[in-house]
């Protein structure tokens, strides 16, 4: 199913590796021009509007919400957002090692660009509460608005 949405997207299936679609397998693995690729194609689909729209937005609704809620973008990006959370077995905590976001940047008047970004490195961020040795179902998620502790760099 994934290699047919891939071959019609278009997206070289050699820039994606994916061990069974889920996410979050340390083996995922997908080039930033995939992850560009991707949401251009489904521009094109019939349920685009409903595809963007049912995203998260900046400023608006979903994880977006508490984020530029008075800038000129609110309400004009619709993106996914991802983390790659790991146990930090050292100071019995969960910690950030790299955030993401996808998805649509509203241009008007009916045009959209797609973009991606990711920042590695994200040391320090961690939720005090969560046991990193219980499934990740079963972990407390950090708050979107939670800061990093003070003198903690977000990139090495």
Known sequence: MLAGFLDRAGVDRRQAQLMDGRGGNPADRVTPRALVEMPA??????????FREAL???????????????????????AKTGAAVGGDALN?????GAVTIAGYLDKGGGRYDTFYTFQAGVNGASTQTADPRRPPHHRQRP?????????IPLTR
């Open 56 to 78: 998260p937005i900046l400023g608006v609704d979903g994880l977006l919400a508490e984020s530029c809620r008075s800038c000129p973008a609110r309400g004009k990006v619709f």
């Open 143 to 151: 708050r979107p608005d939670r800061r990093l502790p003070p003198g």
């Open 41 to 50: 194609y489904r521009q094109h689909a019939p349920d685009a509007r409903l």
């Open 92 to 96: 019995d905590r969960l910690a950030v």
